[in-house]
């Protein structure tokens, strides 16, 4: 990766967005929108976002951002393990239980923890939470909250290796196989009957599997999803996301508008794993695709990363970028950027240590 092309990792507009209880959900173009409250979907990213900007800056208010964020999944966690996920202003909560999908980043984020600080007071507290959410993870019906748990788990089980860590990993990703069998047809290697949001978080997490359990078929399924998703999103030279204004339904034409960062974000991701667990460099190269589609190498030529304000905007629209910077754009423009920087950084250190890639079979 070509850093000086890029701009500076920058935090300004995820401390704006962050008070004492956890990050803002929404802005008015970029002053934080205090009447959206919060919710565990985006504080589990921002979690894995502080960590990540700790690990690069070195500057340990990043580290106090991610105790914030922590603090508050302790407290949106309720007494069975689960999540509630919006919360008001006013620290009240506003739903009984919480959607899977908060469920499954609430893990993610907890295991990803658990292997940045193992020995921190930090990841101690991460994994009594985790343990108490696990007995939750077999009951999740839906291939996005798979994902994101199988992330977590893939983690935690890094980190300390259980066998009973690897079954659960297992009993999700056999949704994976068995889906994609299910549904595919000659134009359509897709787990599902529509493309939605988050699409290439379903590969994502199919890859850490197949890191844990080093099952081929994993890797192999994976490779034909997000083979799929780049002759989609990739066919013009640019990135071009499906539009959240209908989606893509199998049969029918994708919708063309409005292309969401978190979209772009997820696919960077799982390019980056296939590139880890790999090292085949076509993987980075498309990722490195993607990611551009925040500086303005999108169907409209315009960048959603705002470098005035630090943020990201919330989406591209027909007649332009939203001009709102909330939580999740933010996010998820924080956490491509730090993958990259993650992934340059292990090449530079390799080559100065003169140590060769992998050579892929």
Known sequence: MRN????????????????????????????????????????????????????????????????????????????????????????????????????????????????CLPDHYLGSSAREMLERALPWVPTLRYPRPMAFSLLGLGYYHLTFPQDRLVRLIRDLAAWFPAA????????????????????????????????????????????????????????????????????????????SFDEQPEDAGCLVLA???????????????????????????NELGLPLYDEASAGCFDGLTPEGVNPNRGAESLLAYLLSRMALETVNLMLSREREAAIPLAVPS
Request: charged residues 25%; hydrophobic residues 40%.
């Open 180 to 255: 994609l069998e299910r549904e595919r047809e000659e134009a359509w290697h897709w787990f599902e009957p529509e493309l939605t949001y988050a699409n290439a978080i379903l590969p994502a997490g199919l890859l850490m599997a197949y890191r844990v359990t080093d099952h081929r078929p994993y890797w192999e399924v994976a490779r034909q999803a997000l083979a799929f998703l780049t002759e989609l999103h990739l066919a013009n030279g640019h990135l071009k996301l499906v539009g959240n204004k209908g989606w893509y339904q199998k049969h029918r034409s994708p919708a």
């Open 271 to 297: 390019y980056i794993l296939a590139y880890l667990f790999s090292r085949e460099t076509e993987y980075l190269r498309l990722a490195e695709k993607a990611f551009r589609w925040f500086l303005g190498e």
């Open 4 to 115: 000086h092309f890029y701009p500076e990792l920058d935090t300004r507009h995820l401390r704006r967005l962050t008070d004492t209880t956890g990050i803002i959900q929404h802005a008015i173009h970029a002053v934080p929108n205090f009447q959206t409250g919060y919710t565990t979907d985006d504080n589990a990213r921002a979690l894995i976002a502080a960590l990540q900007a700790y690990q690069h800056l070195r500057d340990e208010s990043c580290l106090q951002l991610a105790e914030t964020y922590l603090s508050f999944l302790h407290y949106a966690q309720r007494p069975d393990g689960k999540w509630h996920n919006f919360v008001a202003y006013t620290r009240a909560f506003l739903d009984e239980e919480g959607s899977e999908d908060s469920f499954g980043r609430a893990v993610w984020a907890l295991g990803y923890l658990i292997a």
